[in-house]
């Protein structure tokens, strides 16, 4: 730790001067801030009550490597002026942000986000590739032909560099496919049997045991296995519905929904068009149905439409809650499932529904990777 004075040699004094780290330049607080990951810039900033006013957060193209609290939680990634090629990465639960430029991705939408990497599409959704912020990779995927999209969903299952690396795009009546190593994409019709209405959740699926798992808008889910040989043999679709089981009324009520995974647990949440009624259920693999749950217990769930993750909350005080893509004031916003309310880190306040929050379009939840 470094002291908060300093000897410092003026050329107009004859002598030394005692001075305050109140007194170095502006522009060599921005020279060392805009080096800095994170932690470092925090630690930084609270140096000198003075530099917290002259060293906004938002400064540094450097993400963080490994952050060091709550390295398990994710961080929320916007593209909110994407033609200029700037993302935008904000922390859950200490409000953090960051703004990075990347002129190589002027003109992209986000897709999906997983293992750290952002997948995304240019060009009117013919030119997709894969993007690394923590380590500015970039893997550009064969071109799909003109008419294939624009795509509703688009999602990959495991890290590009993995042997099992598959992506798969779903249109209103086509989905494409591409696994690692092939120089094209896959296509499946979706127009005979017409399962298009299956698929009218825009939420991204999950991919757990080789296989995708689908949740529809009226709580049906549908699995789709890219390795079996036979078309006919590629679906499976179960009729039974978790809102229709709970009530018709509830079915109704719902506007958005949301799949994750983890180890193998699989949850489906439902939410109304002001944020409320919330519902979430956990797949019986052994009867392939829908239980109710009242309780996360242990866990947290990150919500949005391009990604979500289930994952052990590891602090105390953030488990059995919903994170929602949502900011009340520069605080995010989340739902617990013990209060039944919605709540944001930086406010005493709650409210039954989220109406006095703004959300974040065009965003995901991204896991730092070193």
């Excluded at 795509?151 to 798969?168: A, E, G, K, L, R």
Aim: charged share 20%; hydrophobic share 35%; proline share 7%.
């Amino acid at each position: 730790m470094v002291s908060r004075t300093t000897n410092m040699e003026d050329p107009n004094d004859k002598g030394d001067q005692e001075r305050t780290w109140e007194d170095l330049p502006t522009e060599l607080l921005d020279l060392i801030s805009s080096s800095l990951c994170l932690g470092d810039c925090i630690r930084f900033r609270l140096t000198c009550k003075s530099w917290i006013s002259v060293t906004p957060p938002l400064r540094s193209n450097h993400l963080p490597m490994q952050p060091e609290s709550g390295s398990q939680l994710p961080w929320l990634v916007s593209f909110r002026k994407v033609k200029n090629g700037v993302c935008n990465f904000y922390h859950p639960v200490s409000s953090d942000s960051y703004t990075m430029y990347i002129p190589e991705l002027a003109g992209a939408l986000l897709r999906n986000a997983r293992y750290g990497w952002l997948l995304l599409s240019k060009k009117k959704s013919t030119c997709i590739l894969l993007f690394n912020p923590f380590t500015t990779e970039i893997v550009n995927l064969p071109d799909l032909e003109d008419g294939d999209g624009p795509f509703q969903n688009m999602f990959f299952s495991s890290p590009p560099t993995s042997s099992d690396f598959v992506v798969y795009g779903l249109s209103t009546y086509t989905m494409v496919v591409y696994h690692k190593g092939e120089n094209t994409w896959d296509t499946y019709s979706l127009r005979n049997p017409p399962k298009f209405k299956i698929f009218a959740a825009p939420c991204n699926p999950v991919f757990y045991g080789s296989v995708f798992y689908f949740l529809c808008t009226d709580g049906m889910l549908a699995l789709f296995n890219p390795k079996a040989i036979e078309e006919e043999s590629q679906w499976e679709i179960f009729p039974e519905s978790a809102l229709y089981c709970m009530s018709p009324n509830l079915a109704v009520s719902t506007t958005r929904n949301f799949i994750v995974e983890y180890n193998g647990e699989i949850l489906a949440i439902f939410v109304g068009l002001v944020g409320k009624p919330i519902s979430v259920f956990k797949l019986d693999h052994l009867k392939m149905k829908w239980d109710r749950l009242e309780t996360l217990d242990d866990k947290a769930v990150f919500v949005s439409h391009q990604s979500s993750t289930l994952i052990p909350a590891g602090l105390k005080g953030i488990e059995n809650r919903i994170y929602f893509p949502r900011l009340h004031g520069q605080d995010n916003s989340f739902y617990s499932l013990s209060t039944h309310n919605y709540h944001s880190f930086g406010s005493k306040d709650s409210c039954e529904e989220w109406l006095n929050s703004t959300e974040h379009w065009d965003c995901a939840w991204i896991h730092p990777t070193a």
